[in-house]
């Protein structure tokens, strides 16, 4: 009977995930704006030109994504054509099965508690979670972070795949290598993968114009109208400012917001987000220098970094927001409730996220004054989470202290 009791949160947790993922599934087919119109018709179009002759994006023509990501594509391609967005969403569940248990294989209370935030957080960004190709990397985040410290080089392949797919990822490599005293098998392992696909995708035909083609396809993109940066112009079209307009770009599928210091602002973004990185970067340095463990340092400074990439991001779409459950879970399941901060500010923004998107989207593309303010609070809680992740990386870095201001001897993991 013990035991039966002992295994009772454990059925729960995949009963949960079962229901879960069966209700994002209904939503991201019925929910408004076509939430799965990105898979059934945009990712499934590249396939079915690619294999018609028409050339393949990410290996001989230019990608707004690295080549990697081709490889969920033509998974799902693989139980036809006419079950693609089925066949998209079994994957997507099934990586996440995968990464759920990794999360408990820990076989801790931090771990199980961690499994059940990320299904919370699931459940409170949307459909969005799993109808983007951010589903497939955060999955892949979720266990290369988990397995970092005891296997660097498993952890070096995971991240190096999943930044292939979208770059976003690497943000994660770099905080492992600041953190993590095997750093060097972790860069062994991501430069390795990384060659791999490379040399996969020339033999396939490939150029580097193909190949490298993601690294410029964002620089010439306006103001998206879900970006934190853009909420000055949001503000200023809800109240009628003369010179701001929202328009739909035909060629990137996005609304894109104009006005007085808008192409400013978008040339401004990219070093920006190099600045922060860089900041950021700096301080989880300085840490490690005097001494953070990892087990401290890795969870705010990832979770700082991937953050910096979404508040610096003049693309902003609602899926990024899908980025910050890798880092919380790492933070959950090694520093348990001294991470409680960061987890209740991720499923507020979450919440907000899926407000925008799809549920309310008309609003935010009318510039509705309500709306505006539910976008404002969202950005203020991504501004606040960066503030108290790079805070937690210098007290990290603080003798005889760790996040939350505990002891560093008492941040082992609870059995």
């Keep these: 009977m ?4 002992a295994l009772l949160p454990m059925v729960l947790l995949w009963v949960t995930f079962l229901a879960v993922h069966a209700w994002l599934s209904v939503a991201v087919w019925n929910g408004p704006h076509t939430p799965l119109n990105d898979v059934s018709t945009v990712y499934r179009d590249w396939i079915l030109r690619g294999s018609l002759g028409d050339g393949w994006v990410g290996v001989d023509l230019a990608w707004v994504y690295p080549t990697a990501a081709l490889v969920p594509m033509l998974a799902a ?7 693609f967005s089925e066949a998209w969403l079994v994957l997507v569940a099934l990586l996440d099965a995968i990464a759920l248990g990794v999360i408990v294989s820990g076989r801790s209370r931090r771990h199980l508690v961690a499994g059940f935030w990320w299904l919370a957080y699931l459940l409170a960004l949307g459909p969005i979670a799993v109808g983007r190709i951010d589903s497939i990397t955060v999955p892949l985040a979720i266990a290369g972070l988990l397995v970092a410290a005891r296997r660097p080089g498993v952890a070096g392949v995971l991240l190096a795949l999943a930044t292939w797919i979208k770059v976003w990822p690497f943000a994660l490599i770099l905080a492992v290598v600041i953190a993590e005293k095997r750093r060097i098998r972790v860069l062994a392992a991501a430069a390795t993968t990384s060659l791999a696909i490379v040399l996969a995708a020339v033999l396939g035909g490939g150029n580097l114009a193909g190949i490298a083609g993601f690294v410029g396809k964002q620089t010439g993109r306006g103001l998206q109208l879900e970006a934190p940066i853009t909420t000055f112009w949001l503000w200023a079209e809800a109240l009628g400012a003369p010179g701001v307009s929202i328009t739909f770009d035909q060629t990137l599928l ?3 917001v104009t006005g007085p210091g808008s192409a400013v602002a978008a040339a401004a973004t990219t ?10 970067v700096a301080l989880g340095i300085v840490a490690t220098r005097r001494g953070a463990p ?3 340092l890795l969870p705010p400074l990832a979770l700082a970094l991937t953050t910096a990439f979404i508040v610096t991001n003049k693309v902003g779409s609602p899926q990024y927001e899908a980025w910050l ?9 090694t520093l348990g409730r ?7 500010l991720t499923v507020l923004i979450a919440g907000l996220t899926q407000v925008i998107y799809p549920w309310q989207y008309d609003a935010l593309v009318m510039a509705l004054p309500w709306m505006a303010v539910v ?21 990290a870095g603080r003798p005889g202290e760790n996040f939350g201001g505990v002891g560093a001897t008492n941040a082992r993991m609870e059995e």
């Design 2 to 5: 013990t035991r039966i009791r």
């Design 77 to 83: 391609a693989a139980a036809g054509f006419a079950h």
């Design 254 to 256: 996005t609304y894109q």
């Design 271 to 280: 070093p920006i987000m190099v600045l922060a990185l860089l900041l950021l």
């Design 294 to 296: 990892a087990v401290i």
């Design 325 to 333: 459950a890798a880092p919380v879970v790492l933070g959950l399941a």
């Design 338 to 344: 001294r991470f409680t901060a960061p987890s209740i």
């Design 375 to 395: 976008a404002t609070l969202r950005n203020v809680l991504l501004v606040a989470l960066l503030v108290v992740a790079a805070r937690a990386i210098v007290v």
